[in-house]
Structures are given as C-alpha cells and as structure tokens.
C-alpha cells in the first residue's frame, strides 16, 4: 500500500537496474530448460554485461558454447533484497536476457532484453539505456549503511519520522530505514495489517559515503526542529505500558 507523502526524485529504472546488479551478491540462470542458482560467482563490465565463474564440466557452460549466437538463450534473475529485517523484503527484481558466449574460462553473459519489476509495476528498459547507465554511488555501501543505521541509531530513526506526514503515522506499530541513495532515504512505516513506504529527500544528491553523512545530519536538523507526530508518541507510550 502507499503513503501520502509526496515521492522526491529518485533513480530512474536504467539506474535502479545497474544498482541492483551491481549490488547483488548471487543470481539465477536459467538456460536449455533448467535453472541454477550462482553465489558469488559474477562480476560486471561497464556497460551491463555479467561474466559468471562456471565450471568448465557445467550443463550451463555446454549449453552456452552450443547455442546459435547472438540469440537469446538465457535468463538471468536477481533480487533486490532490503538489508534491515521488513515486511515483504525484496524491494525489486531484475531480469537480463540474453546470451552467453566465452571469454576464457568464464561466460559473459550480453543482454538484449532487461526488465525490472519494483512494486509499482514491470519496466522495460532499453537496452542502450540500461548499458550506459550508471549504478548509484551509494549501491554498494546501501546495505551496511542501513543495518549500521537501524541498529545503533534506532532513535534517529524515530527523530526521522518527525518529517513524515502525521497521516502516513496513522496506527503505525514500526519505521524501519527501507532503503538509501544518493537522492534520499526510504522508511518502510509497518502497521498492524499493512505497511507503506514514505521517502525523505537530500537538499543536494550525495556522490559518496561522506556526503551521506552530511545529508543525514542535515535531515536529522530539520527534524529535530519538528515536533513529534502524535500517532508516534501514542505508539510509544502504548509500548511502555
């Protein structure tokens, strides 16, 4: 479900999808009718392409070489998954296909079609697009910001919420940072049967780690000079009973 507070500028898709793959850790193959999932086994070049660590004895790696070339052959899966602990947890997912073809002992895998489904619906993303975007500046450090975020500074967190509407706070049980980048934060606000997603914007893009930091001093300022919502003060004293 959605919150009323307005959406501030985020990544477009092209951007999202190279954030996803630049982040993920494992992927799905599917190729020749069967499907294998790969742990720490790709990397990718700059303009989108996945060399994947297969062993040379695979059904994947024969099926590769004896594919007709430049054909779409195969598909590959990844999943955007949110690092703190939230309802419904995958943010987003991303799908390449293509196809493989050597590159001494790995496979590089080259998309013609991509496509990235977030819970706002499927995108279609051309493919010279996708190649010439960039992954956002802050994809790979998301995860440790975040879980840094919401486990030792729980009460930031909550100062944060002082930015949020009071009507997206309505029975809120938990706020929990969703997701980072170098246009804002995320905060998932969970309630009892439902859950929303609100997102707090950066006066200025952050490039780096340490312009993050900046922007969230300067967010948790502008929050320090709000007062607290009431649905949280009643949720907080409802916890202390």
Do not use: K, N
């Amino acid at each position: 479900m959605g919150d009323t507070q307005d959406w501030a500028a985020g990544p477009g898709a092209a951007e999202r999808a190279r954030s996803v793959l630049a982040a993920a850790w494992s992927c799905a193959v599917t190729a020749d009718g069967a499907r294998e999932e790969y742990v720490g086994a790709h990397t990718v070049t700059g303009d989108g392409g996945v060399l994947l660590d297969v062993p040379e004895d695979s059904a994947l790696f024969a099926a590769a070489l004896c594919a007709p070339r430049g054909e779409p052959t195969a598909v590959l899966e990844f999943a955007d998954v949110a690092p703190v602990p939230v309802r419904r947890r995958i943010r987003a997912r991303l799908w390449l296909a293509g196809w493989f073809s050597r590159r001494g002992a790995r496979l590089l895998f080259t998309p013609t079609r991509v496509v990235l489904r977030r819970p706002s619906g499927a995108v279609l993303i051309e493919s010279a697009e996708y190649a010439a975007a960039r992954p956002d500046p802050l994809a790979t450090a998301e995860a440790q910001l975040l879980t840094h975020l919401a486990d030792s500074h729980p009460d930031a967190v909550e100062r944060l919420t002082r930015l949020v509407r009071p009507e997206s706070l309505h029975a809120v049980t938990r706020v929990a940072p969703l997701a980072v980048d170098r246009h804002g934060l995320t905060l998932r606000v969970e309630r009892a049967r439902a859950h929303g997603d609100v997102r707090l914007a950066f006066h200025t893009p952050a490039d780096d780690v340490s312009q993050l930091t900046e922007r969230m001093h300067a967010l948790l300022t502008q929050a320090g000079a709000a007062s607290c919502p009431r649905a949280l003060q009643r949720h907080r004293a409802d916890g202390d009973r």
